[in-house]
């Protein structure tokens, strides 16, 4: 999988490597471009994988706020649903390309 924008790879990973939850593509975070993502102060809560970190990058010559999201300290009952552990996995907002290979 790949994630794109304005001609910008963002990140990159090998198909099993990532996990689709919801739609979104979570990538590993070791697969982000190093130095991308600087965290937010965006504020939110999913009621069941708990508190997320959101992410600010420079692309290109633009800042793009809340770009990117992650769990860092899922609930556990989270791992349980999706069957595996996302914590630190990172998934890209509206405007960032996701597509396979």
């Keep these: 999988m790949k994630a794109t924008m304005d001609g910008h790879v963002l990140a990159e990973a090998p198909d099993d490597e990532t996990i689709v ?3 979104n593509v979570h990538f590993p975070p070791n697969t982000v471009m190093p130095g991308l993502l600087t965290e937010s102060d965006t504020p939110y809560t999913c009621p069941w994988k708990g508190r997320s970190q959101y ?15 992650s769990y860092p300290e ?5 791992i349980e649903v999706v069957g595996r552990d996302f914590s630190g996995y990172v998934a890209f907002s509206p405007g960032v390309a996701v597509s396979s290979g």
Excluded at 57 to 69: S, Y
């Design 55 to 69: 992410f600010n990058a420079t692309i290109g010559d633009k800042r793009v706020d809340d770009v990117a999201w």
């Design 74 to 78: 899922l609930h556990a009952s989270a």
């Design 21 to 23: 939850i919801e739609g």
